[in-house]
């Protein structure tokens, strides 16, 4: 494997800290012997899509077994193509020469030059390029250890026996089509890891949601039982840097508990739920929230009381919202608070909406950032808000007794929509949603969600 021997020095990381090893290489026997895997047939797992949090988990698993060559293989797939911008280059070289161990890795590689060339654009970097030294073109601040990438889809996915969905929910369902053609042919059904956030809306026929681990599983045939969700209160940045962290991995028992204790290490806790629907929904909807959070922050200058203020609103709005979804959704705490708060306080989507209240990015700009990758809210504030604007839903509004469609108890949302989608507002339409005096006690809209008068199985396709 590319770098697995630069990436190892007795018990250190790539990055300097130190690993213990001591029941690592157990763990991976015990899970390659569930999978039945034979004696020189390595694991294969495959993160498809290298943007910051799917470059981290292929790093994360690269730095704890990578060192096993014989037992696991661990790839990247990213697309090829992709030209890194002169500015880009010069602050990877920035970044390069502050961190001694980085620099010294790069040459004993004899990849140094390509770099300096970079900088002084004499040569043009590419982002698959870089990920084979361990950059990740939307985290150049925090060096990975080296990947082994690939550019050809079929290559990378044919033969993997756990492949990892690393892309942005709105790429999740043609990438996955495409990977169907080349699993026609095979006989072991392999497992997917999810780590996409965001929904689509179908609104033809019965409206309803498709979330990341439906698209996979009607592009693939893969049963439901062998894709999971993973998620967590995380910043990638962060937990490859060994700042203590959890996550939950949600979907069917069979594979949730092993994949929990495979994928744990000593920084990054990784539990198991058996309740997918909400945790997906809830990775959704926090950078829908995330958002709105990043302009108040900015329109307020970091008040903490305005702040809470939205915080309140918002987590009243994910409840409603999942009890329209699911009978008795996993509650709004613990790990799934704490997700919802870091998603709110830092985060790609929460630096989205400050830069828009500051003015610094226009919406024109599109939501594919550069440096950032995807704005995964902005594509779900519109599935959210379609989708809750149907009629065929509605439910009674609690003050006017009447049935309204569910999106118009969700004040915050409906605004998020008019300045993102429709555009009919300034970002300082988010501080008069707050303000607007009619606005309910957001424990009058927990309370009526819990009542279960408002469940719709068919919002998930169900009868």
């Given at each position: ?40 047939d ?8 290298a ?51 980085v ?25 698959d ?13 925090t ?44 006989i ?6 999810s780590?996409?956030?965001?929904i ?12 990341p ?7 693939t ?23 203590y ?60 009381t ?45 630096w ?54 569910p ?11 008019k ?45």
């Open positions: 494997m590319v770098g697995s021997i630069e990436n190892f020095h007795g018990s250190m990381y790539s990055n300097g800290s130190i690993q213990n090893f001591n029941g690592l290489e157990e763990k991976l026997d015990e899970f390659r012997h569930l999978l039945g895997k034979a004696d020189g390595p694991l294969r797992i495959v993160s498809v899509g943007g910051a949090w799917g470059s981290v988990f292929a790093a994360l698993l690269q730095d704890s077994y990578g060192q096993f060559r014989e037992k696991v293989q661990i790839r990247i797939w990213r697309r090829p193509g992709r030209a890194v911008d002169r500015a880009t280059a010069e602050h990877l070289f920035e970044v390069i020469n502050s961190r001694e161990d620099l010294r890795r790069l040459i004993r590689r004899c990849a140094y030059l390509k770099y300096v060339e970079g900088r002084l654009g004499d040569r043009t970097l590419y982002a390029e870089i990920l084979k030294d361990g950059f990740c073109l939307n985290m150049i601040d060096p990975l250890c080296p990947l082994k990438v690939v550019t050809n889809l079929q290559e990378a996915v044919w033969d993997a026996d756990i492949v990892v969905n690393g892309l942005p929910s709105t790429e999740t369902r043609e990438a996955f089509e495409e990977i169907s053609q080349y699993w026609k042919e095979r072991t059904v392999p497992i997917i890891i780590l996409s956030k965001g689509e809306a179908a609104l033809e026929h019965v409206p309803h949601i498709i979330t681990t439906q698209m996979i599983n009607r592009a045939g893969v049963p439901i039982e062998n894709i999971l969700y993973l998620g967590g209160p995380n910043i990638a940045s962060e937990i490859y840097n060994k700042e962290a959890n996550a939950r991995i949600c979907g069917a028992e069979k594979w949730r508990k092993p994949l929990a204790k495979f994928l744990r290490q000593p920084h990054f806790i990784v539990w198991d739920n058996s309740d997918l629907v909400t945790h997906e929904v809830m990775g959704g909807l926090k950078n829908v929230y995330a958002i709105g959070a990043g302009m108040v922050a900015a329109l307020t200058n970091e008040s903490a305005s702040k809470s203020v939205y915080f309140a609103h918002c987590t009243s709005e994910m409840i409603f919202i999942t009890h329209l979804l699911a009978e008795e959704p996993e509650k709004l705490a613990g790990p799934l608070l704490a997700d919802t708060y870091v998603t709110l306080l830092k985060g790609r989507n929460a989205y909406g400050q830069m828009l209240a500051k003015g610094e990015l226009s919406r024109d700009m599109g939501d594919s950032i550069s440096g950032k990758g995807m704005i995964q809210g902005v594509s779900a504030v519109g599935a959210f808000y379609e989708l809750l604007s149907q009629p065929s839903l509605s439910v009674l509004h609690p003050g006017e007794k009447k049935p309204v469609a999106v118009e108890l969700c004040p915050i949302l409906k605004t998020l929509y300045i993102l989608i429709s555009r009919e507002e300034s970002s300082q339409a988010i501080l008069q949603a707050l303000r607007d005096e009619t606005l309910n006690d957001p424990r009058e809209r927990i309370e009526i969600a819990q009542s279960h008068a408002f469940y719709r199985p068919s919002l998930l396709g169900q009868p």
